[in-house]
């Protein structure tokens, strides 16, 4: 079973980063595949970015791709999504998670529901 723990979220102004952070704890972190997803009152639930246990393919939703980035320490079992040119539409509860499953398929990488997440951390962009 793996813990998960956010941290890194807050106020910021629109066209401003964050960078949120994802510690894990419990075995074999480095066998998942980490996401992040967000969800904001009165809306689905959105994928917003995911990385392999290699470490090497990422995905990113439309959305945010070319302002956010996902990586990973894999030694310190810590997953980041850097998020800049933040939005007010970017406001949200942010929650990592491990991938239920994920694919490599012409060219790119998706990723396919959750497994497990953590309590969350709360992003707010001002206009």
């Known amino acids: 079973q793996v813990q998960l723990v956010e941290s890194g979220g807050g106020l910021a102004q629109a066209g401003g980063s964050l960078r949120l952070s994802c510690a894990s704890s419990g075995r074999n972190f480095n066998n998942y595949a980490m996401g992040w997803f967000r969800q904001a009152p009165g809306k689905e639930r959105e994928g917003v970015s995911c990385?392999?246990?290699?470490?090497?393919?990422?995905y990113y939703g439309d959305s945010v791709r070319g302002r956010f980035a996902i990586s990973k320490d894999k030694a310190k079992n810590i997953v980041y999504l850097q998020m800049n040119s933040l939005k007010p539409e970017d406001t949200a509860t942010y929650y990592c998670a491990t991938v239920a499953s994920s694919q490599y398929l012409g060219g790119s990488y998706y990723c396919n529901g959750y497994d497990t997440w953590g309590q969350g951390t709360q992003v707010t962009v001002s206009s």
């Open positions: 990385i392999s246990n290699s470490g090497q393919q990422t």
